[in-house]
């Protein structure tokens, strides 16, 4: 069976691990596809648009895609495309799973939790104004749709893949509209599945001292928008940093996968850029489309090269001296 992948290169390093992550991917033996798109300044530069119709007309029809990162200005400038995508796609539900990996030496040891982030509301709706000259406001959305659909997601993605408890970080306790309704509609649908997932709450100063103390007592954390951001990049950091960590924006019709990491443009063009995240998240994409065999075969074959912990084949952010080109071709011969 033939596949059809949207596959947007992005900004910076972009371009290079995607063209990591395509070339490990073919090595696994999946016949794909791969429909170029763009998105990002690049896409600016020669389409007037940072995220063209055509690229989520694409999207759309093809219902999957891989994507690498794409450059956000701070304070100015365009917004973010990877919010535009995941409002134009409806892609509701942001999944980070974080793991130790083999030869990546970090303060802790066997963590492996997913944390899953509500994609669509809070404060990330950007609904912002200035009152007076000298002040603003955002507003913070919460609906109950938005709230139980991510929920029932949640223990959807536990339960499909036995896991066996949600933890639910919130401020109820000061936000008490908001981010009460959000923890009601959780318990609300937590109850139909009490019987093989266990939910437990915490209030998110609290759970981030708990999680930063010792973060295998977790599972999979469920958060709104803005806490999920935070978060899914504070627990990167427990295992090696968001250059070892991938992600998935999922919706009901449209997935996209990508490397969560930015686009580095400091070290675009020099052939060092750890391509490791964007080829963990097409490991997700692979599960994602049933090609199960293929997606064990690229996970095995990164983890037997970490643990081999080869300077000549990693790159200089997990202790290498290696290329994004040898990391990828020594992933390959593990495959072989």
């Not at 803005?226 to 090696?240: M, W």
């Amino acid at each position: 069976m033939t596949h059809t992948v949207c596959l947007l290169p992005g900004d910076g390093i972009g371009p290079e691990v995607t063209s990591a992550a395509r070339q490990v991917i073919e090595a696994s033996g999946v016949a794909i596809e791969w429909v170029l798109l763009p998105a990002g300044a690049t896409a600016l530069e020669f389409c007037g648009s940072v995220l063209p119709e055509r690229t989520i007309a694409a999207i759309e029809g093809h219902g999957i895609a891989l994507k690498g990162p794409i450059t956000t200005p701070i304070g100015g400038g365009h917004g973010s495309v990877n919010v535009q995508l995941r409002k134009r796609l409806n892609l509701f539900a942001a999944v980070r799973p974080v793991r130790s990996l083999p030869g990546i030496k970090t303060r802790f040891e066997n963590v492996e939790l997913v944390i899953i982030r509500e994609n669509t509301e809070g404060l990330y709706s950007g609904i912002e104004n200035e009152i007076v000259e000298g002040v603003v406001q955002s507003l913070k959305i919460a609906t109950e749709k938005a709230c139980t659909r991510i929920a029932r997601f949640a223990f959807d993605y536990a339960g499909s893949r036995g896991r066996r408890k949600i933890t639910v970080f919130h401020k109820a306790n000061i936000l008490k509209m908001s981010d009460g309704l959000f923890l009601r509609c959780v318990r609300k649908v937590g109850k139909e599945y009490a019987d093989r997932v266990a939910c437990d709450e915490l209030i998110i100063d609290n759970g981030c001292m708990q999680l930063v103390s010792d973060p295998t007592r977790f599972d999979v954390l469920l958060l709104e928008n803005l806490y999920g951001d935070i978060l899914s990049d504070l627990a990167a950091g427990l295992v090696g940093g968001l250059g070892v960590v991938p992600g998935a924006n999922i919706g009901r019709t449209c997935a996209v996968f990508e490397a969560v990491h930015g686009s580095a443009p400091d070290i675009a063009r020099k052939g060092i850029a750890n391509p490791l995240a964007c080829i963990m998240s097409g490991v997700m994409m692979l599960n994602f489309m049933g090609e199960t065999v293929a997606a064990d075969r690229i996970r095995n074959a990164y983890d037997a090269v970490l643990l081999e912990h080869n300077p000549e084949q990693l790159t200089p952010d997990i202790g290498g001296k290696g290329t994004t080109q040898s990391f990828t071709e020594a992933i390959i011969r593990a495959m072989q």
